[in-house]
Structure formats: C-alpha cells, structure tokens
C-alpha cells in the first residue's frame, strides 16, 4: 500500500505499518499492535486515535478469521463457499475480539446472495453449484447434498418441506445410484468381453493344424490362404523377424464343404487360362474377414464412390503466406460443386466467406454448427465432417500435414481418400508431399504437384529480443495457457495493449483477439502455436518465448516444422515486406531459428497413413463377432484386425474413445451406433468430460431431456481472475460437446437455441475479460 501525501503523519505511519504486515501475530494483545504503531509514528503524531487503532486491530486479525472461517466450512461439509466469499464477509467485522458465531453471522448474508446470483431458480442453482465443484474435482457426499439444498432453501426463503427439496433429493439420490450401477455393470461388462476375446486367442492354432482341420494338402492351404480364401486370424511378430500365422478352427472347419468348389474354380480357372473366379467365404468369420469387412487393411476401397470416380489429385504446397489457399479456392468457386474441408470450424467459416467474396454462396457443416443454404452446391466443412457420399466437381483440404498426428490424422486420411471430388486440391507444408504421395498411390488416383514459394522474404533475428521492447505489430508465442498469461500480466504490468490466443478459448473469441491485434486496438498478440493454423493476421514479428514444447508425452526442442509453420506467419503481404522471426531473451539461441528456417523439411519415419473405424465399420466388425459391445468391437479391432506391422497403414491413437467406449458399457438400452457417436464426441477428460457424458447418455437412454450446460455466475469482468477465466473455458467446451450430440440426438437434446444464447453469453464475457488492459490494484483499507 502506498502513502497518501495529503494524510496526516499518523495516517501514512499507519499506512507503512499495514504494508509491512508485521503487525499483531496470533498471539499479541491490543497494547501490543498500539505499541509496534506507535513505533511507526513519524515527528509530530503523539497518539492513535481508538477509532484508527481498532480498524488496524481488525485489519491484522483478519487473516487468522479468514483462516478460521475456512476451516469450519470445510469441516462442516460446506465446500462451495469460497475463500473470496469469506474474504468479503471478514472485510465488514468491525470487532476485533469477534468470535466464532460473529465470523458465522457476517458469513450468512454473503454466501446467501452468492447463492441467489448463480441464478434465479433454485434448482438452477443447485445444478450451477455442483457444476462448479466438479470443476475443481469435487463432488457432493449425500450429507453435503443436503447441507447445500438447505442453504439454497434459506437463501430463497423456501418453506420446510418444499417440494423442491424433496424432488432434488430423490433425484440426486437416484443420479448417484444409477451412477455407481453403471460403473459396477461396465466393469463387468469390460471383464466379460476381456475374457472371451483371450478365451478366443488361446483358441487359435498354427498352419500346421491347417491341412487336418481342413482335410486337405498342406499345398492348397497355402494356396488358398494366398488367394485370400482362407481367413489368417492373426499374424504375431516373433523375435528374428519371422512371422507366426494363427488361425481360428471354428472358421476353418466351417469352410469345409467349400473345398470342392474351390477345387473347380481352380481347375477351371487354370484351363482358360484367366483369372479365378472371386472367392465365397460362405458365412464371415476370423479376423482376416473382420479386417476386409473393416477395410482398414485396404482402407482405400472402403470409399466406394471415391473409387468409381476418375479423380485427379494436385496437390498445392508452400510455406506460409505462400498463396495456397486463395489458389485452391479460385478452382473451388468456378466450379459447378464443390467442398472445401478445414481443420477449425474457425476455418471452415473463412472458406465459407472467402467462397461468399467470389460470388459463391456455400453450406456449412461442423461437428456443432449447420447452415444450409438452399439451393447451393458448394459446402464448407471441417475435415471430420466430409460427406462421402456425394460427388462434387472440385475439392479443398487445407493442412495436409496434419497427416501425421496421432489423433486427428486418421480424418485426412479418410478426406484424402474418400472425398468424392472429380478434382482433389490438397494443401500443405511441403513436410506432407511423400504422405500424399503414398496415399494417391493407394487409391490408385494420378498425382500432380504445384510448389508456391513465399509472397515476402522471411529472416531469423541475429539477436534476441527482450520482454521490454517488444512493439507494435510482434506476437510473442508460448506453448501453455499458462504461459501466455504469465507474459500477458508482464506486458500490461509494462504498458503494451495486449491481445491472446490459445487453444482454449473458443474459435468465436480468437477471431475476436486476432481483430483487436489486426485493427491496431492492441499493441502485442501473446499466443500458443494455436496461431500456426488460420486466422488471418498482420504480424511483422514472431517472437518465440520458449524453444521447447510439451507433446502430450516429453518436452523436446521445437521441430522445423513447428518453426516454419509459426514463424511463417510473420509478414504480410502488401502491409509488412519483410517477416522477422526471432527469441525472446533468456529463452535461448536465435542460431537455433535460423536453422530450423533454412533446414529442408523433415523426412518421416513412417508413410502409413493413420486409419481409424467409422459408424459403418463398427457395425459390420459388430456383425462378425456377434457382438453389441463397442468395447469389445474396438478391441478386436486393435488388437486383432489391424496388425501393427501392417505395410500399409497404422491405427490412429484411440484412447480416448476406448475410454467413452469402456464407460458407456454400464448404460444399457443404447443401440451400437449411438454409443459410437457418444465415443466420437469431443470431450476434455481432464473437466470430468467422461463421466458427464456417461451422465448424458444414462438420461439418453432413460428418454429423458438433457439440458445444457449454463454459464454458472459469471462475476464482472474487470473482477475476473484467472480462476474464473478458465471456468468460463470449461463450461464453454462443455457447451461444444452438448450442442455437437445435439445435431445427432435432437430429441434427447432439443434446446439449441438456449445452448446458443449461453455459448454467445460466454464468449462475450471471456472477451470482455481478456480486453481488460490494465487491472485496478486493491488498495489495503485500514
């Protein structure tokens, strides 16, 4: 706390006292806190006054109330009341010798109405309370279930025996036990299939059981096994290389009375000297059928329209700022159709406008988002959401290089592959062309390639940049939302208008960020590598924080793509020539970006395309099996069907949909393809996005509405803190995957328009706070 000149020399002695916060310890007495006062008095103050010696008195105290209000709230099973509700009760304790029940009297009126701004109903409440704790990973015991319907019933002067009460206890009550139900019976569902599938692996036999299960030659074995009509169950990869073929018996003998018409097709086949007649495996079995009904063996074929039509690929790529995308979107809009994928729904509204500036009106299709726009042959749409189905003459995916991640790669694949286009336009870095490559050659599909070079040079810093003069027109790049706070908090504390992007927000608020960074309205953009892809922005700087990043799995050294790709989006054409991409001093060597910006791309250890299942897949595996459990349809799949050493393709990362997957077992009277849709559905575990969505899908399967998440109380936005901040984020994506199951399950989830109305609420409130430029500091008051 600062002096005030205009204070009296007792009052600034005060004042320096206070910030010192070294006054009165538990322990000390009044005469002891006026002794160390009057200590500080300055020339000419001869006494305290009483009235100023008992604020000070309750100024030092209040920290050991706050510590003792926390405690008997945590103690008493209160948890929802936070520290900043008793914070604010303390502040208004004018009695320094205030107890126990005087602490609890000045609690009262301010949890209460904390209580009623959640919102207006009491049950809304109720649900926005416990909304909350689950944010921090808390959930309410049946004792402090009641607790807390008893102080909502006091705070909104509800009766004794209100059915409210009553109604919100059978039903909590009933949520618990049926939550407990589902976990017990996915366990045991879990187990069961677990056992069957080793129970089937322990039935497999090598070749040389073949010839007797089948009652033939070793010799037409081998043949038939290489005209794919006998099925290879498994194929384990032993030590030295060799490969140990295992089959399933009951399939072997199954295909018993096909010998004979095998035998003729042979014969047949050898006389005319042409091809053989294709195969009749009779009924499906083994996994070396699930791998063809799955087609992820031959991940190509199962794209059949794709395949039936004569496409041509040409594949467009160039470093950042090169013209890529307006090259392919010309093409895309003298087209009589057309589709253009992107990997943001971000992006996907800029294809749609940048269609709409060529006199093109399209569609738009994201995973939570329709606009149809009648009459239009044209579509904007995420690359999850490619329709496969329909042809068009022209088609655009952006960010081929997205290839090569482990959870999301497997969706270019499918594009790639499956787009029904007559003209396939794919655009990347140059990192992606050998994936591409590989990809055309599967599909059989001709290739041609175009190479664009940058519009404006782009040069690495010869020396390092630092915090304090960083200016107009830089973006400073981080690789966590805590670190782009961090350094938003030290350049405000420096004076800059400061903008931020990250993966977090929602694509509605970093539109709005990078605006505010575009018109000018704020000096310095911090951003995660979030910016690498898309938005539309004026930077003449990029200036790294940090050199390293977190994959998920180690920190290591940024790859040159991960250069490239950020670091490209310094320089603007036509507004800053020349792009400067440099480090932020501390954070290491600008050797290190010079560097990575001249090496050549880097060549991937592995060319298979990621592949993972789709709807159609995982009913056809489920019919092989004779199974409903889409756990036990994935773990087939992963664990048989698709073998690792597969010279073709490798299966995505799945883990988190083998998780909703394992969950969802305990919900019963769901049908295969739903609980396929509840897996695929975009959730952050890390908010207790699993187990709400199990919630989600037990009222789906009860018939009962599920209604969407709510804002919570949003306190103002100048008074918004990080804790805040990163609430609003969390109920923002759980609003993303309510209103992604709602364009699956309108009937289950019908209030889109109220989902709308709170996501809009909520991007505006998380905009408002990250426009605060400067944050009025709290002054001690005596």
Partial sequence: ?????????????????????????????????????????????????????????????????????????????RIWISREEIEEAVSGITDPQAGDQELERALAPVAESRLRGYASTPRAVFETVQADLVDTGRVLSPDQTDL??????????????????????????????????????????RDKEEAQLREWEESLVPFAEVPRLLRCSQREALRWIAENRLPVARKVRESGGRERWEFDPAALVALRGKLGEWRKDNGRGAEAG????????????????????????????????????????????????????????????????????APLRLLAHEFREALASRGVEASLSTGEERIVVPGSK?????????????PVDVAVIDEAQMLFDTDRGAAWTAAIMGAPARHLYVLGAPDCIPMV???????????????????????????????????????????????????????????????????????????????????????ILVATDA???????????????????????????????????????????????????????????????????????????????YVQPDADIVKAVAAEIGSQSLYGVLSRIHRAVLRKDDPNYRLSDMEQAFA??????????????????????????RDNGIRRLVGWAADHAAGRRVLPPGTGRLPPSERAGREELERAEKRHKRLVAWRWLALRFPEIYPDREEAEDTTRRLNDWIESVLRQQSRTRRSSRF
Avoid at 378 to 390: D, G, K, N, Q, R
Wanted: glycine content about 6%; proline content about 5%; hydrophobic content about 40%.
């Fill in 437 to 523: 490559r590989r990809i055309a050659e599967l599909c059989g599909d001709p290739l041609d390639e175009i190479s664009l070079e940058r519009k404006s040079p782009l040069r690495a810093a010869s020396h390092p940049v630092r915090l304090a003069d960083l200016g107009a027109g830089d973006a400073l790049i981080a690789f966590s939302r805590r670190e782009v706070l961090d350094l938003r908090a030290a350049l405000l504390q420096h004076g800059k208008r400061v903008a931020v992007v990250y993966g977090a927000l929602s694509p509605e608020v970093r539109r709005a960020e990078a605006q505010r960074f575009n018109d000018g309205e704020a000096d």
């Fill in 378 to 390: 044209h579509l904007a749409a995420t690359v999850e959401m490619c329709p496969f189905y329909s």
């Fill in 660 to 685: 909703i997957a394992s969950a969802l077992e305990g919900v019963e009277g769901l049908d295969l393809t739903t609980r396929w849709s509840y897996a695929m559905c975009p959730v952050d575990d």
């Fill in 531 to 609: 910016i690498g892809m898309g938005l539309n922005l004026s930077i003449k700087r990029v200036v790294f924080a940090a050199l390293k990043k977190y994959d998920g799995r180690q920190t290591r050294d940024l790859t040159v793509q991960e250069v490239k790709q950020i670091g490209g989006r310094a320089g603007r054409f036509g507004k800053h020539e020349t792009g400067v991409v440099a480090v932020l001093a501390g954070a290491g060597s600008p050797t290190f970006i010079r560097r990575q910006l001249e090496a050549d791309p880097e060549q991937p250890d592995d060319l298979r395309p």
């Fill in 274 to 341: 042409g091809p053989k007649t294709a195969p009749d495996m009779g009924r499906k079995v083994a996994n070396s059928v699930i791998a063809r009904v799955a087609a992820l063996d031959r991940y190509a074929a199962h794209f059949r329209t794709a395949r039936a039509l004569n496409r041509q690929i040409t594949l467009v790529t160039g470093p950042t700022n090169s013209g890529k995308s307006y090259t392919a979107l010309n093409a895309l809009a003298q087209a009589e159709s057309g589709l253009a994928l």
């Fill in 1 to 77: 706390m600062t002096s005030d000149s205009s204070a009296s020399p007792a009052r600034q002695a005060l004042a320096c006292a206070v910030a010192r916060t070294t006054i009165a310890p538990e322990a000390k007495e009044e005469h002891e806190v006026l002794r160390r006062l009057a200590r500080n008095l300055e020339p000419g103050a001869h006494e305290v006054p009483d009235e100023t010696y008992l604020q000070v008195l309750c100024q030092v105290r209040r920290k050991r109330w706050i510590s003792r209000l926390l405690d008997k709230t945590r103690r008493s099973g």
């Fill in 148 to 189: 807390l319907l008893m102080a909502i019933a006091v705070a909104f002067g509800l009766p004794e025996g209100d059915p409210f009460l009553e109604t919100a206890r059978r039903e909590e009550a009933r949520r618990q036990q049926t939550a407990s139900k589902i976990e017990q019976t996915a366990r045991q569902k």
